[in-house]
């Protein structure tokens, strides 16, 4: 089994060999580890901390023990799971936005028409021509109206 796997966790060299240290040899005194991996105490604190923050050792008091990893990798997981959620909600947010922006720019500068025109009410037969007539006029290329029938308007 290689500990440099644990770099993806974002572990740095130093903590992988205290961690595979301590995995090997179960739990030790702080003094151990400063005397056995040839730290300084102050270094040793702020590694400790951080390995603890993500839950793959056990500090009590001088006391240092590593988590089982089974529990401490899927307490891992589900940090990043939850992270990475929050990342995507934000991610649609912002995608939503943008095409609620984007979407009507698009359609009339690919179209010429905007989009409001094209889902606006009409409220008799000759105010549906009238909006016919003036959507073929301002049409670059081409135009299509699909209809079955006007007779559902009075005349």
Same mark, same amino acid.
């Given at each position: 089994m290689?500990?440099?796997?644990?770099?993806?966790?974002?572990?740095?060299?130093?903590?992988?060999?205290?961690?595979?240290?301590?995995?090997?040899k179960? &739990?030790?005194?702080?003094?151990? =580890?400063?005397?056995? *991996?040839? /730290?300084? @105490?102050?270094? !040793?604190n702020e590694? $400790?901390?951080?390995m603890?923050?993500?839950?793959?050792?056990?500090?009590?008091?001088?006391?240092?023990?590593? &988590?089982?990893?089974?529990?401490? =990798?899927?307490?891992? *997981?589900? /940090?990043? @799971?939850?992270? !990475?959620d929050?990342? $995507?909600?934000?991610?649609?947010?912002?995608?939503?936005?943008l095409?609620?922006?984007?979407?009507?720019?698009? &359609?009339?500068?690919?179209?010429?028409?905007?989009?409001?025109?094209?889902?606006?009410?009409?409220?008799?037969?000759?105010?549906?021509?009238?909006?016919t007539?003036?959507?073929?006029s301002?049409?670059?290329?081409?135009?299509?109206?699909?209809?079955?029938?006007?007779?559902?308007?009075?005349?």
């Open positions: 290689s500990f440099s796997r644990l770099k993806v966790l974002g572990f740095s060299d130093l903590e992988i060999k205290m961690y595979e240290y301590l995995i090997k179960g &739990s030790c005194k702080k003094q151990d =580890l400063i005397r056995d *991996l040839e /730290l300084n @105490e102050e270094g !040793l590694h $400790l901390s951080k603890s923050s993500l839950g793959a050792i056990e500090l009590v008091d001088d006391l240092v023990s590593p &988590s089982p990893p089974r529990s401490f =990798l899927q307490k891992y *997981l589900r /940090l990043k @799971e939850v992270e !990475l929050l990342q $995507l909600a934000e991610l649609r947010k912002v995608v939503n936005e095409q609620m922006a984007l979407e009507p720019i698009y &359609s009339e500068s690919r179209y010429g028409v905007r989009l409001e025109e094209l889902w606006q009410t009409i409220d008799s037969l000759s105010s549906m021509e009238m909006e007539i003036r959507m073929i301002r049409a670059n290329s081409e135009i299509s109206i699909l209809a079955e029938r006007f007779s559902y308007y009075p005349k």
